[in-house]
């Protein structure tokens, strides 16, 4: 049976988790058998989602009224005092293809792409998705798996046509503080022919992602039509994937993945593949920095990752090239959106000083983009992108990429700083990349796009006592206090060998 | 750095899941980087909890003030008007073991019980209890990491001392609808002599636990002294163990457990021997149905299962036996707690007609556990469990036990029914217990004491068209026709072979 109740705002954030808020004494409850946490049907309008029931105990709504948690009320697009028809949902048919998973058993393709719909039509509960990403962590899907997982995040999802033969793109692997080479790589690629039309995500278990450093400088959240107009006029953009429905299951994994903090290789295959074959492209090289404490621990977990990503990539008909590079220690200086997007200016500007790392870690890149999209002879990549990146052209085409997407704008500074100094002298013998990425996120990045923390010292350098060894950069007091807590706390983020 | 603000109570019942409620232009939210689903520390008068935070974006409270969900409202004992503090929590360490597991790794003792107290104290999300119970699925833990999960239930709850030589229980696997001997076999072994405290578990998966059935007949939510004043007097109890703290942990994994639909070989062992070490027990009788659609499916699973029990067991110090028992078709007649109450009345009033499929499984077993606690020879536990049961004197220790416990009172019957007749003549093949109990629960049991489904046919039974085979039960016009609706896209749950 179905029950009308009018709909009364309340302005409660859950953020993604729609929640349905009925009186217990309500009709619906009562005759429904409805209680906290039951998943409820409600429909508005020809729009229909799947809810959490929490009861109102008390007077906050009224007999015949109901509330939604705000992200439910964007979703229905509802107005208060409209009329809201709620029931029992239908039975959710792939849970017992999630049950089967989780028991060990092997999923279909058929049981996948049901799956993913049912992720997607935002049939699952976040329990479900946590036991879905749980049971994939690890080396929990086989290749066909992963495969099916990949084809299923691009068939539930917008895709993107291109008019150009080739289109070129450049992904990076997380899990190393700072990388940022892509705002360096796109404009480089662009200015030599090769279309470039780049997305990028938020931070995942990071402290920035690409998405959030060019938001510091320019707008990123361009829908599919503006896109296009960018990329027309300047071959490359560098925009946020999120406000495009490519791939939209890729986003509700990441939303249950990220207070988790682990994810899989079947899913980060899934993640990047289905994102770039959704937007078009069918040129890619993939960065993958392998280090001690990056998200790419050994070679054979490279190995393994790439074999992952060419087998996925040769079924969906792209070019891949994957380019492991050195994970031992952070990229450039800065770690956190406003403070990477200083050192990616300084690259592309060519400023004495600039991050040489960053610098030489982005042309190589390039170069190997220009070469596998055939914009340059093999071997020839990388000279060529140093040239353009030394004659300026790199920069302007960044600067006409931002104007495009909305305007360049110069990134935020933090009010509240700590340096944070060696204790003793020596020489510095290794970062511990996901404790420093660990300290960013506690001081606020990259909610807080100013925060995070600026490095003083590399690998190898000789230190004295008392010499600054890193800055901690924050929005807010409170963070402040909350990220020197957990350093106080640790031994060895920054190992500091004794001696000369 | 802490804040202070003032307690509303707003009402809102979001189950077992701590819930804040701030405004998002609050000092503490601003201050501290707090947002939706930051995790925060709570304190009030030295209680302290961690609750997940739902940002408040309309002016359902003021600019100082904080709401709390009921279930966090009565964690801390809070008051309207009174001040709470808040605070980033600390860094919750066993997260990285956590991690590790999901990753494939293997927990040591510490590591189990870091994870344990951390859930026990509430440090743990649901989406990370989720993880956890996803990760332990299947055969996801070893016998040294059962073993220290079970010792890591007993160590965070409390424990029950008897002054009794040996302390007997009985305990049955779930998944078989129907199978109600506990309330039987207490009595049986009580009469004889033999203390048995029993404490059961509420449904998890299933459409009814034996405190569910219990509840329908007497008071069931007793604590610590209540029960030793039951057992003391009539040395036999039939409690819900829930309102004890044995065992805690397994009641917050049930919690996260019960809408995933799925456990492990782990937990299910953990679960039942930590709460009958806890509780004082010495000799354990396991009644272990395996059948095509029991919660145990074959030999070999019930070997294993078996294996697992006897080995954590004999760790512990506890006597056991496993006692393998046919699974193939529910038990009894009723399925839903006040329906399996009147078939466990009928036996043990040795009315005629009570069914003896539910009679003869429970003094088998009651026999088990006379002959394990050492009152009757080997061989002669089942004539003695019989005699005491055709003499009366189980159904007036029940009746003492109940009153002992609060008063006997007469299970409810439900207002709504529909009668499922066969759609063909033929011969009852089959049951599938698992969609069954699916039914049963549609229909709104355990919740709904009187819902659920009356059997009226048996495997082997020869049936013609429109003959009834089963009376769905519901308390809800709404349950009852979403029970149909679920029914009439489903075959097979009774197979009717054709002919005679």
Redesign the interface.
Known sequence: ?DHRLRLR???????QEPVL?LR?DSHAC????F???SRVKVMLDGKSLLATL???????IGYDEAAL??YAWQQLGARAGEHITIA?PD?VVS?SRL?AK???ERLSEADMGAIVEDIVQGRY????I??F???A???GLDAGETLALTRAMIDTGERIQWPYPAVADKHGIGGLPGNRTTPIVVPIVAACGIPIPKTSSRAITSAAGTADTMETLTRVDLDVAHIRRVVERELGCLAWGGAVRLAPADDLLIR?ER????DSDAQVVASILAKKAAAGVTHLVIDMPVGPTAKVRSGAAMRSLANSLESVAGALGMQIQVVQTDGAQPVGRGVGPALEARDVLAVLQNTPGAPADLRERALALAGAVLELAGAAERGAGLGRARSVLQEGRAWRKFQSICEAQGGLRMPPRAPHTHVVLAAAAGRVAAFDNRRLGRLAKLA?AP??PAAGLDLHARVGDAVVAGQPLFTLHA?????L??ALQ?LA?QTGIVAVAPGQ
């Open positions: 049976m705002r309340i302005g409660i954030d859950t953020y808020y217990s009562r005759s429904e058998g209680e906290s946490r929490n009861v109102v105990t008390g007077d906050l948690s705000d029992h039975p849970e049950r989780v028991y060990g509960s976040e329990l479900q946590a036991a990403i749980t049971a962590a690890g080396r249950v207070p988790l903090d682990f606020g909610r807080a929005e807010a007091p409170g963070e206090a909350y957990y706390a």
